[in-house]
């Protein structure tokens, strides 16, 4: 079973259980599939408000969360289940590509672009809507459409994108290649 480690381990400025944050990962892990023997470290920022997820090392794996990132939308401070699944799916995925040598080798996260990081977002969250996740398609595709253009063009390539099963990191390109010549004026 995979081991998660969540710092930290008492929350005092939010309303989150570090066991409960464990528990959720370790399912979402082993759906994903990431391997069995990894050790998961999940860094939360309770006192950011934010929602910003960062991988931080792959060997071994460390994610640094804002804590708006787990929180419930509706109830301030709290924990929200939705929310840890739904970013730890697409965390997990990225993770798993990276890990992949069929893969390829994408830039570190803080170098994607954000039209690389809105297609990889779009592959790895479709993936996690599969496993029976329940991420919020429209809310990815309207994410997309704002990095990628309102076209037809873009609609497409995220239904693509949304459905694929195994891509490599030049698929991720070629998608974002496509709806840049799309958004070139005539």
């Known amino acids: 079973m995979t081991k998660v480690v969540v710092i930290p381990e008492a929350f005092t400025l939010v309303h989150f259980e570090s066991g409960r944050i464990q528990d959720l990962a370790a399912k979402v892990a082993g759906l994903v599939g990431l391997p069995a023997d990894v050790e998961i470290r999940i860094e939360v920022e309770e006192q950011s408000p934010l929602g910003r997820v960062r991988v931080e090392s792959i060997d071994p794996i460390t994610i640094a969360v ?4 787990f929180e419930h939308a509706k109830k301030p401070r709290q924990l929200s289940d939705d929310s840890v699944v739904d970013v730890l799916g697409r965390v997990f995925h990225r993770i798993k590509d990276r890990l992949d ?11 994607l672009t954000l039209q690389q990081a809105t297609a990889w977002d779009a592959y790895c ?7 029976g996740l329940h991420p919020s398609k429209a809310r990815r595709l309207y994410h997309f459409r704002n990095r990628h253009g309102f076209t037809d063009v873009a609609d497409a390539t995220f239904e693509r994108l949304w459905n694929a099963e195994h891509l490599t990191w030049a698929d991720i390109e070629a998608a974002c290649a496509a709806t840049a010549s799309a958004r070139q004026p005539a």
Do not use: W
Not at 66 to 69: K, L, V
Not at 125 to 131: H, K, N, P, Y
């Open 101 to 111: 040598p069929d893969f390829g080798k994408p830039p570190p996260d803080a170098e």
């Open 125 to 131: 969250v479709g993936r996690s809507d599969r496993l």
């Open 66 to 69: 804002q804590g708006g990132a």
